[in-house]
């Protein structure tokens, strides 16, 4: 704890041209943005947070499309800080939908009255440090200016969604809608000719909620993906309970492991260990308890690293998909070709994916054999045929872990901008700074494992390990941090080399940056495991905080004194 403030807080401010001056800024009231600010009060600190969206809930604020849910056990994608939310709280399903997620998010806020050092709806346009002063300046498109000597990006790693720029959209007579930006109102597509493109995490979930409602629904797919089934249930009762009674056990351990999750056995052998009859037995095991992504691709050691092993493993979902989908063109169409590796792209879950194909509303176009051509007003012409719609849903991605820190003009009175920094490519040391933007923090910063695991943990670990680092500035006098180029580019091959040696990097996926034309392709996520980049991180900061530069910048108290006039 810090006995005072590091600067004093200038009440009000902000919507004029008068700066407000405190400790800390937050970008992003997600999950992270908040659990940050219940930290920061912890500490006696001050902050001012910029959230875009109108409430708190980040992915969980914009994601309304239907059939949007997490991932990972919503007893693991929960908050660690605080016994009595833990207590408080219950979970209905396994995989909670978005509704509860936002609930539970919302529930955060009120809990902790969070909200009170948050401006929302306000976009963060520009921050710029001061070299003289030491102090980072967030400009907002309301007219805020907010200034403090440290600055965290807090805003998510797929927060800008992307829409490709199809011709003649504003020609179509019907609705669209992108499933990252989707409306508050409820949707209604009840008597609707409903056309989706995109078959990614997001299309897999939504397609089969869905086709269930709109009268025909026409699938527009690209890459076929493999998905596996999610098995979502409710919670059993009790469940939660005896999950929380040893909430600190789970906590240690799930932190010492690669996806920051538990509940599917380790693989201990290799693939080629077992008889194909055993494979099939086995893998039959998994598909059957189905569950979280990493629970088929975690069947073997050698799925994500070695072709045999991954074909393997490809070779039973594309035969669980002619199993399942009767119309052998349809599901041919459905199986994702040889050179795709399983887990290269984001491996998604599901309920009832492949069984939707054989609903008779439902048709599945191959827009990589016949490109869609453009929008037209009745619908979507493609190369060999025309679609009469009434809606279209976007499910195309989003500019993922650097657009939403590109949009902002990130620069330093001396010159340095983060554009310049990464048009190479998103260079950071450890996902967490990048060099020559001193005091300037990403929260699941490309180069850290971030959306590689699960992301509740993650955000904790980074936030918990800034904020670490802000005290011991403090404590040493200290108030200036800078990555060094050189652990930067030490960091940026090591990440390099762990991706290029699994077959993860192959496909043409948004974690390399090619659903995005004229994105340089770099595989973002750290793919060393978050338990390995967990411990990195500790002993970095025991040594020393080795391959960052912590000195005092001479010029802060001026700026003090000039805050609290
Ligand atoms: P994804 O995983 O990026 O999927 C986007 C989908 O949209 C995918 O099927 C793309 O096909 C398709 N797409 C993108 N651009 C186009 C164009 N120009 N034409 C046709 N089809 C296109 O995004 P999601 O929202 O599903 O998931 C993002 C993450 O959110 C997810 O991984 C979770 O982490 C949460 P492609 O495969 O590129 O051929």
Avoid at 149 to 156: E, R, V
Avoid at 186 to 195: L, P, Q, T
Avoid at 443 to 459: D, E, L, Q, R, Y
Wanted: net charge negative; charged share 25%; proline share 6%.
């Amino acid at each position: 704890m810090h006995a005072m403030p590091m600067t004093k807080t200038q009440l009000g401010g902000s919507r004029d041209s008068s700066p407000e001056f405190v400790d800390v800024l937050v970008v992003g009231m997600g999950f992270a943005g908040m659990y940050i600010l219940y930290c920061l009060r912890e500490r006696g600190l001050t902050a001012r947070a910029f959230e875009a969206g109108g409430d708190v809930g980040g992915t969980w604020y914009w994601n309304r499309y239907p059939g949007c849910r997490v991932d990972v056990d919503s007893v693991q994608y929960s908050y660690n800080f605080s016994e009595e939310l833990t207590r408080e709280w219950q979970w209905t399903e396994k995989f909670a939908s978005q509704p509860e997620l936002l609930r539970y998010a919302i529930h955060v806020a009120d809990r902790f009255d969070l909200r009170r050092d948050a401006k929302f709806d306000t976009r963060v346009i520009s921050a710029e440090f001061d070299e003289e002063t030491n102090f980072w300046t967030l400009r907002t498109d309301k007219g805020d200016v907010a200034s403090a000597p440290y600055c965290i990006m807090a805003i998510g790693s797929l927060s800008t969604p992307y829409k490709p720029p199809f011709l003649g959209i504003e020609d179509f007579r019907g609705e669209w809608y992108h499933t990252g930006a989707w409306p508050h109102e409820e949707v209604d597509f009840s008597g609707k000719r409903v056309g989706i493109i995109g078959t990614g995490s997001t299309g897999i979930q939504a397609i089969p909620v869905v086709a269930a409602e709109a009268e025909h629904l026409t699938v527009f797919q690209r890459t076929p993906q493999y998905t596996t089934p999610a098995r979502n249930r409710p919670m059993a009762p009790g469940e939660q309970r005896q999950f929380n009674a040893h909430r600190t056990e789970w906590h240690d351990e799930v932190r010492s492991t690669f996806s920051a999750m538990t509940g599917f056995p380790m693989p201990t052998r290799t693939i080629h260990e077992d008889t194909p009859e055993e494979r099939r037995t086995y893998l039959e095991k998994r598909w059957e308890e189905g569950g979280m992504p990493q629970a088929m691709l975690a069947a073997y050691k050698d799925v994500r690293v070695e072709v045999e092993a991954n074909t393997a493993v490809a070779d039973f979902v594309r035969d669980k998909i002619r199993d399942i989908v009767k119309d052998p063109d349809v599901a041919g169409r459905l199986c994702p070709p040889k050179d795709l590796p399983i887990g290269s792209k984001r491996p998604p879950i599901d309920t009832d994916y492949y069984e939707t194909f054989n609903r008779d509303n439902v048709a599945l176009v191959d827009i990589k054999r016949a490109p869609i051509e453009r929008v037209t007003a009745g619908g979507i012409k493609t190369a060999n045929a025309e679609y009469e719609l009434d809606a279209i849903i976007f499910a195309t991605g989003f500019d993922a872990m650097t657009g939403s820190l590109l949009a902002i003009d990130i620069r330093t009175s001396h010159g340095a901008s983060l554009k310049d920094a990464w048009s190479d490519g998103p260079d950071t040391y450890l996902g967490l700074m990048v060099a020559g933007l001193p005091n300037l923090f990403m929260i699941n910063g490309p180069g850290s494992p971030s959306v590689k695991a699960n992301m509740i943990i993650t955000i904790e670990h980074h936030a918990d390990w800034i904020l670490d680092l802000i005290d011991h500035l403090a404590a040493e006098d200290f108030n200036r941090v800078e990555a060094t180029e050189r652990a930067q580019t030490d960091w940026v091959e090591h990440a390099r080399e762990v991706a290029e040696a699994t077959l993860m990097p192959v496909a043409d996926s948004w974690y390399v940056g090619a659903n995005v034309p004229g994105k340089k392709r770099v595989y973002m996520p750290y793919f060393g495991g978050f338990d390995r980049y967990r411990k990195l991180c500790d002993e970095i900061a025991a040594d020393g905080y080795r391959g960052f530069v912590l000195s005092r910048a001479e010029t802060t108290d001026t700026a003090s004194s000039a805050a609290a006039e």
